[in-house]
């Protein structure tokens, strides 16, 4: 599944593979088989040898600037930001964007903050600079 996200910031996988890709016009997460479309346009393709340098150069607020797509990624990070006790804002298009039916009751269910000190260890997890937000 995490092959389906390459297609949502085509240039960290351009860049890394040599392709031409353009991000997918539709939903990533409608994607049936990424793994197979990545094989297609670059017949190369390991998951293990590329798959590390393609996710570090993921532009996440890229990919979830679109607030129609990619349900599942801002759930998790809706649910981050609020464990934290962010106020969702127009950064991952928290506020506006859809969110994942199979999950969203998660998100619902939180109850505030779940504790400051797993700031850290969330960003770490997140691998995303500057999220969560500093409340500077």
Known sequence: MIEAYYFADAQAVNAILGTDLADFDGDVELIRHPKN??????????????GGEILAKLDVPHMLSRPETCAALRTLF????????????????????VYSDLTKQQLDDLQGSVCLP???????????????PSRE
Do not use: M
């Open 37 to 50: 479309e990545l094989k297609k346009a670059f017949v190369g393709f390991d998951e293990v040898e590329h």
């Open 78 to 97: 809706g649910w981050c930001s609020k464990a934290i006790g962010e106020v969702p804002s127009d950064r991952f298009r928290l506020r506006d964007g």
């Open 118 to 132: 797993a700031k850290a260890q969330i960003e770490t997890v997140c691998r995303v600079p500057g999220f969560p």
